[in-house]
């Protein structure tokens, strides 16, 4: 049973300014956890539905993206959790008000990484810490889906050697110019669906 709900504000880690409010819900039996997000990456206003002990929640986040000289070099995950989460200025804790509320500061983005040596991305993510009635909580809140198209590896969809080539066939006939511009890189920060999207496989 999840007895937290949250609400975060702060910049996307897009190249769109702006913000965007995404809705999402997860049922387990009875209950359900509600998720409404506005993302401004500057805090997360959350909500917890039962006692929290001295009234404290713990908190931790990955360090924002490298942004180094070159565009296909930059905001790479992180390799592993230890890299992740060393020297972050994600970190802190916060005081819970009597309603079960608190804010989150976020002072920068967020970045992904990897466990299980490099077999698990985890996206951006938010951890949290905190006790109720003696009993050690533990939750994860993801705040986005990650910078698009940076990984360490080969994309998840890419199950056999088809993933470069059986779409060919099934794109629209285009002009030179119409490819260039459906295969530029997203301006919404998110991966086209299928990983290519309306590009030609390389």
């Not at 995404?22 to 006692?51: C, H, N, Q, W």
Request: proline share 7%.
């Amino acid at each position: 049973m999840s007895n937290l709900s949250y609400n975060g504000r702060g910049a996307q880690n897009t190249c769109e300014e702006g913000s965007q409010i995404l809705r999402g819900s997860r049922k387990r039996g009875r209950d359900s956890f509600f998720v409404r997000t506005l993302y401004t990456m500057r805090s997360l206003d959350i909500r917890i539905a039962e006692p929290v002990d001295r009234q404290l929640l713990h908190y931790v986040a990955a360090a924002p993206p490298d942004r180094n000289a070159s565009f296909t070099g930059s905001a790479l995950p992180f390799a592993s959790a230890r890299q992740a989460f060393h020297a972050t200025p994600t970190q802190g804790t916060a005081r819970v008000s009597a309603d079960g509320t608190c804010r989150v500061a976020l002072p920068s983005a967020i970045n992904a990484f990897y466990t299980d040596a490099g077999a698990t991305r985890v996206p951006p993510t938010v951890f949290l810490m905190y006790h109720s009635g003696g009993r050690e909580r533990r939750r994860a809140v993801r705040v986005s889906g990650g910078v698009a198209y940076r990984s360490l590896t080969y994309p998840a969809e890419r199950t056999s050697p088809m993933f470069y080539g059986e779409r060919g066939a099934l794109l629209p006939v285009r002009t030179q110019d119409q490819i260039l511009a459906q295969a530029q890189y997203p301006s919404n920060g998110q991966e086209a669906t299928g990983f290519w999207g309306l590009r030609p496989p390389v």
